[in-house]
């Protein structure tokens, strides 16, 4: 039973390396030969391999006569299927052999037109950029066109037509470029004053704003005008203010310039553009005719100045070479000569002080803001400073009717003041310095009429109106100071003591008013200190500096003082004059025996009319009053002898020198009287003495003295001139021959005519030996 088991063990063994044996890879075949031979059944396993491969010929053989036909004709098939193959492989291998020509075609294809696509590219985005009116950038596309694409792509004619077209584009490009320039051109010369409008503000908004954190400034006057008015909203002064880059647009000049760069026409360029702007400068420094009549015809003169700068200003900064320095410098000084050239002639036809107050705060913000560009604008300043003096003159016209106004409204009266408000009104107004009128009791008068304080107030508002006008001209407090005084002198010497004078001439100005006059020019003289004193304060200049310019008022109401003073006497010898005209002597009257003669009617009515004058005059200072009466006695004397030496009166009796004479007597009785007050013993009745030794000399026949003591300053006669009494003597001698009397008393007269005739030929001696 063992050996059995073994044996079917070996059996199994060797049937299943058999199967490995056919299933296996010849590769791998080695292990299962070397388990057979290494096992103790060797032969037992090759007659089993003979057995099996045996069996698999039977089966081969079988299957070979099962296929053999078919294999036949596969072999018949086969023959056949080669000789179509080689006609096969001869057909596609020309087919082949052109696929690859075309193949080389294409690629070689593909490369030509990879080296031209850039150029059709490149061409493309010209045309895009052309149709975008991107000029400067298909400028640059253009170049690398005919610079780097078009040399690549080769000779093609699509190559040459767009190299022929590359100079139509560029012209294309550069006069579109210009229009563009032009189009700038025309907008910022329409808005130019917009333009400049804005920067004033700007340096108007600064210097407010500067002004807002100092302190101080200068006082406004009690009716003051007001200077230059700006009229913007609360909202627009929030706002920020643009400049100029805001309100235009510059991209056509820079884009300009660097085509014309690009195209090596940069200095075509330039040269177009300053001179257009040279035109426009000439245009915009050419004045309207009669911007002189408004405040705005200035401004929108100034603002297009200011404009026209502020763009050369911003294209000299932010382009490299369109302007330089030296150009812009050029142009400023062409405007500066004509802007000034332009003011001079339309500032002149001005006559309104707050216009030309108004010009002057305008040219201070036009010269302030070109200042803050780097313009030097110190000819302005000099300009207005010239202007300055055109100012006063105008201010002095307008003084001139303020004066003039307040004369002719003048009552010439004491100002009666009822109640303590009332005084303190016009003590407010004018300093008045009476310690025992401020302890009278109301009602009270003041000494001086309405005009004073009315008129000390507008040399107040004079001085206000110079001030204005030296802010902001840079000038120190020593030269405001200095200005100040100068124009207020001129006002009080020229403008205010003028009116004062005319007032005085008036026909119809009486005594009392002229003794108002001489009252109120005093007060006005005592006030000048305080003057002094208001301008100091003003200035901040002591009126003790040195080189400081003192007000004239103290001797300019010295002179209207005494103006009136001689209006007085001019006033009262011509009131003389109307009751002389009422004289009328009987030349011809004959001596009254012994009888007393009563003093002419016109004579009593002259003395009347003085004393109740002089009455008046007891207002007036003492030496006035003194001064008036002492020409009046000699106006008196000098009429009445002038009435004696009249050339229409041929003949004078005794009788006509006695009646003269009492009226003497009546002018010395009034003398002596003292009408005012001051003078000492007879000093009065010297006024009439030249004529008092002349009546005398003849109403006393006393020849004998007056030719033995001639030439002594003992004489009697001292005053009696050999000429005047040689008159009266020829006149007496005519009155001798026409006598009636004569004829009676023949002898006697005869005796007369040769004492007369003797005294006539010594005093024709005596005037021949002073001649000689």
């Known amino acids: 039973c063992v050996c059995s088991s073994e044996r079917l063990e070996t059996a199994a063994e060797h049937e299943r390396i058999l199967r490995e044996i056919e299933s296996t890879d010849t590769n791998c075949i080695g292990p299962t030969l070397r388990s057979v031979y290494d096992g103790e059944e060797h032969g037992v396993f090759m007659g089993k391999l003979d057995g099996r491969i045996r069996s698999h010929d039977r089966d081969i053989e079988r299957m070979c006569n099962h296929h053999f036909q078919g294999f036949v004709d596969s072999i018949t098939e086969l023959l056949k299927v080669r000789g179509e193959a080689h006609k096969l492989k001869v057909r596609e291998g020309w087919e082949l052999r052109q696929c690859r020509i075309q193949q080389k075609n294409i690629a070689s294809t593909i490369d030509k037109l990879q080296m031209c696509l850039p150029v059709l590219e490149m061409y493309s985005k010209l045309q895009e950029q052309m149709e975008a009116k991107r000029y400067y950038p298909a400028l640059r596309t253009l170049g690398q066109l005919e610079q780097t694409c078009l040399p690549r792509a080769g000779q093609y004619r699509f190559c040459g037509l767009m190299a022929d077209s590359t100079p139509l584009l560029r012209s294309q490009i550069r006069d579109t470029a210009m229009t563009h320039l032009r189009d700038f051109l025309e907008s910022i010369r329409k808005h130019s004053d917009r333009l400049g409008e804005t920067a004033i503000k700007q340096e108007l908004s600064l210097g407010a704003g500067t002004e807002s954190n100092g302190q101080g400034g200068s006082p406004l006057s009690e009716q003051d005008s007001g200077i230059l008015d700006v009229e913007d909203d609360e909202e627009e002064e929030e706002e920020e203010i643009p400049g100029a880059q805001d309100l235009v647009d510059f991209s056509p000049v820079y884009r300009c310039l660097h085509i014309y760069t690009v195209l090596g026409l940069r200095d075509v360029f330039e040269n177009y553009y300053r001179k257009q702007r040279r035109k426009q400068a000439r245009l915009a420094l050419q004045p309207q005719s009669n911007m002189h009549e408004t405040l705005e015809g200035y401004r929108c003169y100034f603002n297009q100045i200011v404009g026209f700068f502020v763009v050369e200003d911003h294209i000299l900064h932010t382009t490299q070479g369109l302007v330089n320095t030296a150009y812009v410098d050029e142009l400023w000084e062409l405007a500066l000569s004509k802007t000034i050239a332009a003011l001079r002639t339309h500032s002149s036809y001005c006559d309104d002080p707050d216009l030309v107050l108004d010009l002057k705060n305008l040219i201070v913000l036009f010269a302030d803001t070109l200042q803050g560009y780097g313009f030097p604008v110190s000819q302005l300043f ?391």
């Open 382 to 772: 000099e300009l207005m400073l010239e202007m300055r003096d055109q100012y006063g003159e105008i201010l002095l016209k307008k003084w001139t009717q303020t004066f003039r106004q307040i004369l002719d409204q003048d009552n010439y009266s004491p100002i009666p003041v009822a109640t303590e408000q009332e005084y303190k009104n016009y003590t407010s107004q004018f300093p008045l310095q009476d310690p025992e009128l401020d302890k009278a009791a109301f009602p009270k008068k003041l000494p001086f009429s309405e005009l004073v304080p009315r008129v000390y107030c507008q040399i107040k508002e004079f001085i206000y109106a110079c001030l204005k006008y030296s802010e902001d001209l840079h000038l120190s407090s020593t030269e405001v100071d200095d200005m100040i005084r100068k124009s207020t002198n001129l006002l009080l010497t020229r403008t205010l003591s003028h009116c004062l004078q005319n007032a005085i001439k008036k026909r119809n100005v009486g005594l009392p008013e002229l003794v108002q006059v001489i009252i109120n020019s005093s007060h006005l003289e005592q006030a000048c200190t305080f003057l002094e004193e208001f301008i100091s304060n003003l200035t901040n200049v002591p009126p003790d500096t040195a080189n400081s310019t003192q007000l004239y008022g103290t001797s300019t109401f010295k002179d209207t003082r005494h103006a009136a003073e001689a209006e007085i006497y001019t006033n009262l010898n011509a009131k003389i004059d109307q009751f002389l005209q009422l004289a009328d002597y009987d030349w011809t009257t004959a001596a009254q025996g012994g009888g007393a003669m009563t003093p002419s009617d016109y004579l009593t009515d002259l003395i009347t009319f003085l004393q109740s004058t002089f009455t008046v005059l007891t207002n007036l200072p003492g030496k006035v009053a003194q001064t008036a009466c002492m020409s009046v006695c000699k106006h008196i004397s000098n009429s009445l002898l002038q009435l004696l030496l009249d050339p229409d009166v041929r003949s004078i009796s005794i009788g006509a020198l006695h009646q003269v004479n009492t009226d003497l007597l009546q002018c010395e009785s009034f003398a002596r009287a003292g009408p005012v007050t001051g003078y000492q013993g007879d000093t009065l009745i010297l006024a009439f003495s030249d004529l008092r030794q002349l009546l005398d000399l003849f109403t006393q026949w006393d020849w004998s003295s007056y030719l033995a003591d001639y030439g002594r300053t003992t004489s009697r006669y001292v005053r009696v001139n050999p000429h005047t009494a040689l008159l009266l003597l020829d006149k007496m001698r005519e009155s001798g021959k026409r006598s009636t009397m004569f004829a009676q008393f023949r002898k006697t007269d005869r005796d007369r005519q040769k004492l007369i005739d003797a005294v006539i030929r010594q005093l024709r001696t005596l005037i021949a030996q002073q001649q000689a």
